[in-house]
C-alpha cells in the first residue's frame, strides 16, 4: 500500500485547509484510515480516523467539532477537512491506514497503523 498526502500550506488563524491522502491497492475500501499530526519537538498524535466503510469516525479532543474525516473509496481517498484553524494546528500531517482494523475497532497509537504517507506540512498565524 503507497499513500501520498497533499494540501498542506500556510494558512491564517481562523482559516481552512483541507488534507487529501491517495493510496494504492484495490482493496483501500477494506482498511481504517487515520491521519496523524506531529509538531516539532512533540510526539506523532492522532487527529482522526475513519473506519473502512466511512460509517465509524474518530476525533482527537484538540479537533473535535473543527475537522472532519471523510473518505471516497470509489477515488481510494481520504480526506481531512480542517475548518478555524488554530496556530497550534502547526504539525506536518500523515495519513496512515491499518489493514487489520474493524469497524469496531479504529486504533488510535501509531503503532495500529501500518502504511504511513510521506506527510503533508500545515502553518498556521496568528
Known amino acids: 500500500v503507497q499513500l501520498q498526502a497533499f494540501g498542506g500550506g500556510l494558512v491564517q488563524a481562523g482559516g481552512s485547509l483541507r488534507l487529501s491522502c491517495a493510496a494504492s491497492?484495490?482493496?483501500?475500501?477494506?482498511?481504517?484510515m487515520a491521519w496523524f499530526r506531529q509538531a516539532p519537538g512533540k510526539e506523532r498524535e492522532i487527529v482522526a480516523a475513519i473506519s473502512g466503510n466511512g460509517g465509524k469516525t474518530y476525533y482527537a479532543d484538540s479537533v473535535k467539532g473543527r475537522f472532519t474525516i471523510s473518505r471516497d473509496n470509489a477515488k481510494n481517498t481520504v480526506y481531512l477537512q480542517m475548518n478555524s484553524l488554530k496556530p497550534e494546528d502547526t504539525a506536518v500531517y500523515y495519513c496512515?491506514?491499518?489493514?487489520?482494523?474493524?469497524?469496531?475497532?479504529?486504533?488510535?497509537?501509531?503503532?495500529?497503523?501500518?502504511?504511513w504517507g510521506q506527510g503533508t506540512e500545515v502553518t498556521v498565524s496568528s
Open positions: 491497492g484495490r482493496t483501500f475500501r477494506s482498511y481504517n
Open positions: 496512515a491506514a491499518d489493514v487489520d482494523g474493524s469497524y469496531y475497532l479504529i486504533r488510535r497509537t501509531t503503532g495500529g497503523y501500518d502504511y
